[in-house]
């Protein structure tokens, strides 16, 4: 899905946008300085055509200048986004941190759509007409809490935003886009340093291949990979202020691009939740995923033994997903990420035909029926493979099947194909 960035500076509106965006009353979160989620990117829908909106309501302030932050705020969610939403407020009119702004997304060169927002009646219609002096193009009037011009400017959004975001996955021979990504400390850096160390000069010669000033090409066990937001692991955003949301805002954009995410779990620490929301973030995300336990060199059979019960309890969930352990230090095993990365990509495009798959559907309803529900049958009819990246299954059924015999399909569904190292998504489309 392609992926647009909402960005402007505080108290211009843009949660309010977001939530018109999506469709919903209720505030996702205040412009208040200091507040910080977990989750920044939302699926939305407008016209029949998806797409990711990355909020960038959660900035943080602090003494290093309002300007400064703002450019660097916009600058991250930029780098993520296919295209960007620069939300300025109409009733105050441009100011030094609007023109910071613009100098980033000029840098930038992705589609900007601007929204001077706070028009909410025809006397400040005229202040919108004065955005035009930013230089970025028609300014669409909106008023995002009446949600007055909202709906045109959406249509000039999907206009920016690229008609065919498969794409991405297809640069023919391209490639692959693999994002490196954990929680802090858990070395990334040092993974990195370990794979692109030396041969960074050789990739940059390679033909017919453009990288974002973010990304880096970079050569594993024989296999060229490009490697995604490579600037924002070298570049120490955790040391920054409000680390933790500009963390977190990074490892979603940095998901959203990649094809297969390699996260990168402490192997010598105790799993903790946020090792855990990374990987369920992958996986709804929609992306192949590899996970490499770092640090193998600080681990001791002790250690290992309670690892191993850690995995059986807290990553039953992720059982599908190709593991490594390396140790980003001495280098152990690094190599054999490559490995991974095509076995979980491969499983990533699988595709099973029509034929197959309900040959398939019928031998598993035939041994294990839908159990009866109100004295009737409950049963799939048809199914389809509607996409691959990941491998997403629509089922045609007479009837509502039940959670737990939905979740009985998709798992003989692994059973039977594999799809190592991808989610399998699983949609029912049922007929009374
Ligand atoms: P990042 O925040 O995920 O990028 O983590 P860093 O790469 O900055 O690593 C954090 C710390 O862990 C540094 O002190 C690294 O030297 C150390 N470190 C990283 N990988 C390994 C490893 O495989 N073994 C050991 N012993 N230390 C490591």
Same mark, same amino acid.
């Given at each position: 899905k392609p992926v647009l960035a909402v960005v402007g500076r505080p108290n211009v509106g843009?949660?309010?946008?977001?939530?018109?965006?999506?469709?919903?009353?209720?505030?996702?979160?205040?412009d208040t300085p200091g507040v910080t989620r977990d989750r920044v990117s939302y699926d939305a829908n407008w016209n029949g055509r998806e797409f990711v909106v990355v909020d960038t309501g959660g900035w943080v302030s602090d003494a290093k200048g309002l300007a400064h932050q703002i450019a660097e705020?916009?600058?991250?969610?930029?780098?993520?986004?296919?295209?960007?939403?620069?939300? *300025? $407020?109409? +009733?105050?009119?441009?100011?030094?941190?609007d023109e910071a702004v613009v100098r980033v997304l000029?840098?930038?060169?992705?589609?900007?759509?601007?929204?001077?927002?706070? *028009? $909410?009646? +025809?006397?400040?219609?005229a202040e919108a007409t004065s955005m035009w002096n930013l230089g970025l193009g028609q300014p669409w009037a909106i008023s995002a809490i009446h949600g007055r011009g909202t709906g045109d400017l959406l249509d000039a959004v999907l206009e920016a935003l690229p008609e065919a975001p498969q794409e991405r996955y297809s640069e023919v021979g391209g490639p692959r886009r693999v994002a490196i990504v954990g929680k802090p400390n858990v070395g990334k850096s040092s993974l990195l340093n370990k794979l692109s160390g030396q041969q960074r000069a050789v990739v940059s010669d390679m033909s017919g291949t453009t990288v974002d000033p973010v990304d880096e090409l970079c050569e594993v066990g024989g296999q060229m990979y490009r490697l995604i937001d490579t600037a924002g692991i070298?570049?120490?955003?955790?040391?920054?202020?409000?680390?933790?949301?500009?963390?977190?805002?990074?490892?979603q954009g940095a998901i959203e691009r990649a094809e297969?995410?390699?996260?990168?779990?402490?192997?010598?620490?105790?799993?903790?939740?946020?090792?855990?929301?990374?990987?369920?973030?992958?996986?709804?995300?929609?992306?192949?995923?590899?996970?490499a336990f770092n640090k193998w060199d600080l681990t001791d059979e002790e250690r290992r033994k309670y690892l191993d019960r850690e995995i059986e309890r807290d990553l039953v969930a992720f059982r599908w997903a190709p593991t490594v352990n390396i140790s980003a230090l001495t280098g152990r095993n690094v190599d054999k990420l490559s490995k991974a990365v095509e076995e979980a990509l491969a499983g990533w495009e699988t595709r099973i035909s029509t034929g197959k798959l309900n040959a398939f559907l019928g031998r598993v309803a035939a041994a294990h029926p839908h159990p009866l529900r109100g004295g009737k049958q409950p049963r799939i009819l048809f199914g389809t493979q509607a996409q691959n990246c990941p491998p997403t299954f629509v089922l045609f059924t007479s009837g509502q099947l039940d959670q737990g015999y939905e979740r009985f399909v998709e798992r003989r569904l692994r059973e039977d194909f594999g799809f190592t190292g991808s989610p399998v998504h699983v949609e029912v489309r049922a007929r009374e």
């Open positions: 843009k949660s309010t946008l977001v939530n018109r965006i999506l469709g919903r009353r209720e505030a996702v979160v205040q705020q916009a600058e991250l969610a930029i780098g993520a986004a296919d295209a960007v939403l620069f939300v *300025v $407020d109409s +009733q105050v009119g441009i100011t030094d941190e000029r840098r930038s060169k992705k589609p900007v759509v601007l929204a001077a927002n706070k *028009v $909410d009646d +025809q006397r400040t219609e070298r570049k120490r955003v955790k040391e920054a202020s409000g680390h933790e949301y500009y963390a977190s805002l990074r490892t297969v995410c390699v996260v990168v779990i402490d192997a010598s620490e105790p799993l903790t939740e946020q090792d855990l929301r990374i990987l369920s973030n992958v996986e709804d995300t929609g992306k192949a995923l590899v996970i």
